[in-house]
């Protein structure tokens, strides 16, 4: 009896590891739907982002499918950094700093919109793709 109790922590280990894969499961077959409707999309477990044409549009993942959708436009974006921990970082750091990874974006409204990133290349490719867009635009691209 005492090895079987001395087992139950690593068998209920192994459950709770296969229900977290099984929902992280979900949760990306969910963006996989939602994605479909956008040019570029990315997905992680802070956000899922989907770009098209001229708008942004992001939302917790969960298994129905992304919630708290926010949308922006580029012609709201007055100007964008990228942030690391609330703080704004050069683009061009080749060491990823350690904290919370964000694209803020401050609109013209005056209010200003986060969208986390887990890793920090992807959020130098988003973060490059979307200035080159701003710029395009005429809109200017922040300075970080």
């Known amino acids: 009896m005492e090895r079987g109790l001395l087992w139950l922590p690593l068998l209920c280990l192994f459950v709770w590891l296969t229900w977290a894969g099984w929902n992280e499961y979900q949760k990306l077959e969910a963006y996989k739907t939602w994605a479909t409707q956008f040019e570029r999309a990315k ?19 969960t298994r129905q499918g992304p919630t708290q959708i926010q949308t922006l436009t580029y012609q709201d974006v007055q100007q964008l950094d990228m942030t690391v921990a609330g703080e704004p970082i050069p683009v061009e750091t080749a060491d990823p700093p350690k904290g919370r990874i964000d694209l803020r974006f401050a609109l013209k409204g005056g209010q200003i919109e986060l969208i986390p990133f887990t890793d920090w290349g992807i959020a130098q ?20």
Do not use: C, H, M, N
């Open 43 to 61: 997905y992680d477990i802070y956000a899922a982002l989907g770009q098209s044409g001229e708008q942004l549009t992001w939302g917790v993942p």
């Open 125 to 144: 490719s988003w973060y490059g793709f979307l200035a080159k867009q701003l710029e395009i635009k005429g809109r200017g691209k922040g300075e970080s």
